[in-house]
């Protein structure tokens, strides 16, 4: 019995992994579900980007609402690329990985931090230098 429990546990495991090489959340190979990374900054706003400009860097697929946008992308991803690959930021302050709603977000200090919702990111707002600095203890080993 110990061995089936074992086994269906690491099953679960895997199986709760696959699709993911760990570094960036995509669904179906996208980032940010296909919207734009570089539209939180320079709108202030969540933009679904286009087939039309499309990026692939560090293995995934980025969108981008406009060329514009993804030059400014392509001269520096790291800063138009969400924290902890895109996962929700809150999830992994409290060490594990959730996906994201485009839609809740926050930028601090010039850095897009994604959140599972719009509730889990009043959360994440009332105490993001404490959660950021757990996040960025936890995304070490959670990569």
Same mark, same amino acid.
């Given at each position: ?11 679960? +495991? ?23 990374? /570089?539209?939180? +900054?320079?709108?202030?706003?969540? /933009? ?11 293995? /995934? !697929? ?11 992308? !392509? ?35 010039? !850095? ?27 995304? !070490?080993?959670?990569?």
């Amino acid at each position: 019995m110990n061995k089936f429990v074992i086994f269906l546990a690491s099953m679960v +495991f895997a199986i709760s992994g696959f699709g993911q090489d760990g570094t960036y959340s995509t669904t179906n190979g996208v980032a940010i579900k296909g919207y734009d990374p /570089v539209s939180y +900054f320079t709108e202030g706003k969540a /933009v679904p980007g286009n087939d039309a400009n499309i990026f692939e860097w560090s293995g /995934v !697929k980025w969108k981008f609402s406009s060329e514009s946008n993804l030059e400014k992308f !392509k001269g520096d991803p790291l800063k138009y690329a969400p924290q902890y690959g895109g996962f929700c930021a809150y999830g992994c302050s409290e060490n594990h990985k959730s996906p994201t709603d485009p839609n809740a977000f926050t930028i601090v200090n010039s !850095k897009l931090y994604l959140n599972y919702n719009l509730k889990v990111k009043e959360m994440w707002i009332k105490d993001t230098a404490i959660r950021i600095t757990n996040a960025d203890t936890y995304w !070490k080993s959670l990569k």
